[in-house]
């Protein structure tokens, strides 16, 4: 496993995400997540598997100091009375007394980011998790973020995939020494069909989902990977024993479009321009 580094925290970089999957799926999975050796779970609260998730790690008998563990505050909970409350419940849901990370999920259109900020830095400061981040936040929101927050915003997770130019991200990113975590690695199922990706791929020994999954990892990005069939476990692992070259690298990122973004819903979703 490699890790990144981020204000001084140390984060698995390739994680277990639980996006789209129901309770029964995730407690199918995950003591197999654990034995092929994740130990970077992600979920949230909009989920609705976070106790599935919870249980399932209690029942493994993994020691909790051995895992990473994030969820997710749902914009519906950005208010002074349901911010915190929502944090207590998804503690008990997961069954834990503090997670590793706590993120606001979207920005939204509704709460100024610094109120978002606020509850985020009060949720730490009680105790309930031990570092603190943001999602699908745009450049300007970040910086805002990053310029209000009392302790350090460590990551901000957003949508990453090769069809996709998040440079300017990563510049910030890289600028403010927060890491990026990508979510929607496989450009729902498109990396794994496309045929370039798979000539880098036999060229290794590998399979393209996993050439999309070193490319992510390579530009030193926290990278999330999914899925409720245990037989794609060990290939989603098996990432960290090759290296693309200089050439594949860039050649993967020009695989960028202008109308390469998948993940954009109203009302939850910024401006990305700015």
């Given at each position: 496993m490699d890790y990144v580094q981020a204000h001084g925290a140390t984060i698995p970089a390739l994680g277990f995400g639980v996006f789209r999957m129901s309770e029964a799926e995730v407690e199918a999975i995950t003591a197999a997540a654990l034995e092929t050796g994740f130990r970077h779970f992600d979920t949230a609260q909009?989920?609705?598997n976070e106790a599935a998730l919870g249980q399932a790690l209690k029942s493994a008998g993994v020691?909790?100091?051995?895992?990473?563990?994030?969820?997710?505050?749902?914009?519906?909970?950005?208010?002074?009375?349901?911010?915190?409350?929502?944090?207590?419940?998804?503690?008990?849901?997961?069954?834990?007394?503090?997670?590793?990370l706590l993120l606001a999920h979207w920005p939204g259109d509704q709460v100024p980011v610094a109120r978002q900020i606020e509850w985020l830095n009060e949720a730490q400061a009680a105790g309930k998790t031990r570092l603190?981040?943001?999602s699908n936040y745009n450049r300007a929101q970040l910086r805002e973020a990053i310029a209000m927050s009392t302790a350090p915003i460590t990551t901000n997770q957003i949508e990453i995939h090769p069809y996709l130019d998040q440079s300017a991200m990563a510049a910030l990113a890289r600028e403010t020494g927060?890491?990026?975590?990508?979510?929607?690695?496989?450009?729902?199922?498109?990396v794994p069909r496309d045929a370039a990706i798979a000539t880098f791929a036999a060229s290794h020994g590998k399979t393209p989902a996993q050439v999309g999954l070193?490319?992510?990892?390579?530009?030193?990005?926290?990278?999330?990977?999914?899925?409720?069939?245990?037989e794609r476990l060990a290939e989603n692992f098996d990432v960290f024993d090759f290296t693309l070259t200089a050439d594949e690298m860039a050649a993967i990122s020009g695989l960028a479009r202008p109308e390469g973004r998948i993940v954009s819903p109203e009302g939850l979703a910024p401006d990305w321009s700015v």
């Open positions: 909009i989920y609705g020691d909790r100091d051995d895992l990473f563990l994030t969820t997710k505050v749902w914009i519906a909970n950005y208010s002074a009375d349901r911010f915190a409350a929502s944090v207590d419940e998804s503690l008990e849901k997961l069954g834990v007394e503090r997670v590793d603190i981040g943001v927060t890491a990026l975590t990508a979510y929607f690695g496989m450009a729902d199922g498109a070193r490319w992510l990892l390579q530009q030193g990005f926290i990278v999330l990977s999914k899925t409720a069939r245990a």
